[in-house]
């Protein structure tokens, strides 16, 4: 059973996702918040398994609620929820730990679907969205990232050539046929990425990989 928190200043949206999820019956909804800061306290009351997370909310917004949600119970897997696809929060709300963000108007099916993928541990990570979230992490790091030597002599030529050709919003498909490997051969070299950089999932990996400097976002290579 998959516990979920929901959080959306909006009843009515709060009561709409209540039903999609309520339609399946390995989902369980634990909880609900109007806020972040009841977010937070929800979070640590009930221990859910996903949090679905407004972003624009009184009190405490939803970066801010994420952020120490994924502090305190890093465990507790956190979805985003946006009015659209280019909010100006999406890369905030990575950098905070999400494992990745829906549209509200997104299908009933695909909320589910979305539930379940981050509740496995995996990242919910279109290529397009991909490619937004490379483009708002580029205009957010500086011109010249010193790379962390240790991070970097630690990861094997094949993990960082999976890692560059994430940052180019590759999905492990085209991955895998742009390395003629299998997709299950991206996949290890992603959960040994996972490993090395202490993430749980794809949008992690690349949030980190900036951060310490393995992609050069604007050249798109190491």
């Known amino acids: 059973m998959i ?29 609900e918040a109007s806020n972040g800061r009841v977010a937070v306290q929800q979070a640590a009351a009930l221990r859910p398994d996903v949090v679905l997370m407004d972003m624009q909310m009184p009190v405490l917004d939803g970066v801010a609620a994420t952020a120490q949600i994924r502090a305190e119970h890093p465990e507790v897997a956190v979805l985003g929820l946006t009015t659209f696809s280019t909010d100006r929060y999406v890369t905030e709300l990575l950098r905070a730990g999400a494992s990745g963000y829906l549209v509200k108007d997104t299908l009933p099916r695909d909320i589910v679907a979305a539930v379940h993928t981050v509740a496995s541990g995996d990242a919910v990570l279109s290529p397009e969205v991909a490619r937004h979230v490379v483009r708002g992490l580029e205009a957010s790091v500086p011109a010249q990232v010193r790379p962390d030597a240790a991070l970097l002599a630690s990861l094997t030529e094949k993990e960082l050539e999976v890692i560059q ?8 498909r085209e991955i895998a046929q742009e ?17 090395k950089l202490g993430v749980r999932d794809r949008v992690q990996i690349l949030v980190a990989a900036t951060r310490y400097g393995l992609v050069d976002l604007r050249g798109r290579g190491a």
Do not use: C, W
């Not at 979920?4 to 909880?31: C, F, H, K, N």
């Open 179 to 195: 390395l003629f490997v299998t997709e299950s051969t991206v996949k290890a070299r992603f959960v040994k990425v996972m490993e």
């Open 165 to 172: 050709l994430l940052a180019r919003g590759m999905s492990n």
């Open 3 to 31: 516990r979920v928190l929901l959080v959306d200043d909006e009843s009515m949206i709060r009561d709409t996702l209540r039903d999609y999820l309520s339609a399946d019956p390995s989902i369980q909804v634990v909880g």
